[in-house]
């Protein structure tokens, strides 16, 4: 059974930087894309970037590129999102999403999700 745990969300001031984890497990993850999606209050899903887990293949949000990073340490299963230069509108929950082969800009193509971590950027 596929699980994803996310961890490391908090509050932060504008201009700050979190970084975020997401550890996987359940199976082998050689050719599979791991997202972050947030959501914030009141508005849908939105993607935020991916990796692909066996190559170096990433994409990004047009909202969040050259701020944040998106890595993975295949040794540990984890995936992480560095985000620096942290914005108010950047404020939501933050999931990490898995599904097969494929990056995807959609949230409605990932098949696993965690539960969430909620990121604050305070102004």
């Known amino acids: 059974q596929v699980q994803l745990d996310e961890s490391g969300g908090g509050l932060v001031q504008a201009g700050g930087s979190l970084r975020l984890s997401c550890a996987a497990s359940?199976?082998?993850?050689?050719?599979?894309?791991l997202a972050w999606v947030r959501q914030g209050l009141g508005k849908e899903r939105e993607f935020v970037a991916a990796i692909h887990w066996s190559g170096d293949i990433t994409y990004y949000a047009d909202v969040v590129k050259g701020r944040f990073t998106i890595s993975r340490d295949n040794a540990k299963n984890t995936v992480y999102l560095q985000m620096n230069s942290l914005k108010p509108e950047d404020t939501a929950v933050y999931y990490c999403s898995l599904r097969y082969a494929r990056i995807y800009t959609s949230p409605q193509g990932y098949d696993y999700w965690g539960q969430g971590t909620q990121v604050t950027v305070s102004s």
């Open positions: 359940g199976r082998t993850f050689s050719n599979y894309v």
